[in-house]
């Protein structure tokens, strides 16, 4: 049915992108939507991103890496209770480093899932994981209600993702303030549903850098051959917009790619204010 693994949490540098983040970071990667022995859906506002699901890109193409993950999601929906008793003792051991380091360590609780696992770490191991002041937690998430449940909270920061049955609900999350993410199989627009493009996949971490901006995910894996609209398929030139490429050598004396998350925040900024304009 399942083994108890040693460790839940991965650390970061064994994903590319995560590996780009600027601050350690951990990550728990279980199998997503009905991909395990009891068929709950560990996704459940799983549309089109189901079949074109990141599960398969990066090093999630390999079977062994697949198994690791089912065995963990098994061992989630058999035993819940266990799974957030050992995901809470991670937590604190990680937090015991970072605050004898005195630094903060970002966390993913959703990898290639979509569950409320602050809440259950409450539920089941009577801990309030915001109670950690060594951690900070990201997340992507289908779910509305989360994002808006968190949207104040300043140690959870939640990307919602759109897919093609949920863009009202993007336009509207965007509007509070919130990101989302658009995965996209060509080069990215400058704009999108009325709100600036930022390059997600420059890090993992680029939403803790962000309000209200749509993060632009490259399609990797199935993506790349999605026919269900969760994918953007699109065919605009990739060009740098004149302006970011031209203030980012006068203000900064570097070039686009090699400006901080911030210094490329505040020239997008910029550039949207002078559309409205």
Do not use: W
């Amino acid at each position: 049915m399942y083994t108890i693994p040693k460790k839940l949490l991965s650390p970061g540098a064994t994903n590319a992108k995560t590996a780009k983040n600027n601050i350690e970071t951990f990550i728990l990667y279980i199998a997503p939507a009905r991909q395990n022995s009891k068929g709950v859906n560990l996704c459940p506002k799983a549309a089109g991103c189901e079949a074109a699901c990141l599960y398969t890109a990066g090093r999630g193409k390999f079977s062994n890496v697949q198994s690791a993950r089912i065995n963990k999601a098994n061992y989630f929906v058999y035993d819940k209770e266990k799974f957030i008793l050992q995901l809470a003792g991670e937590l604190v051991k990680i937090n015991k480093r970072a605050t004898k380091d005195g630094k903060q360590i970002a966390v993913r609780l959703n990898g290639t899932s979509d569950i409320d696992f602050i809440y259950l770490l409450k539920k089941y191991a009577g801990l309030d994981p915001f109670s950690l002041s060594g951690l900070i937690y990201y997340d992507y998430t289908k779910i509305p209600g989360k994002v808006k449940k968190y949207l104040n909270e300043p140690r959870y920061s939640l990307t919602f993702s759109r897919d093609e049955t949920n863009e009202a609900e993007a336009r509207e999350l965007l509007k509070l303030g919130a990101n989302i993410s658009v995965v996209i199989n060509g080069p990215a627009p400058f704009f999108y549903l009325g709100a600036p493009v930022v390059d997600g996949d420059k890090s993992d971490i680029v939403m803790l850098y962000n309000t209200g901006a749509v993060l632009a995910l490259k399609a990797k894996g199935d993506a790349k051959k999605d026919t269900t609209g969760f994918v953007v398929h699109t065919n605009e030139t990739n060009e740098p917009a004149p302006f970011l490429a031209i203030e980012a050598r006068k203000v900064f004396n570097r070039s686009l790619d090699q400006l901080s998350p911030s210094e490329y925040t505040a020239l997008r900024d910029e550039q949207f204010l002078n559309q409205l304009r």
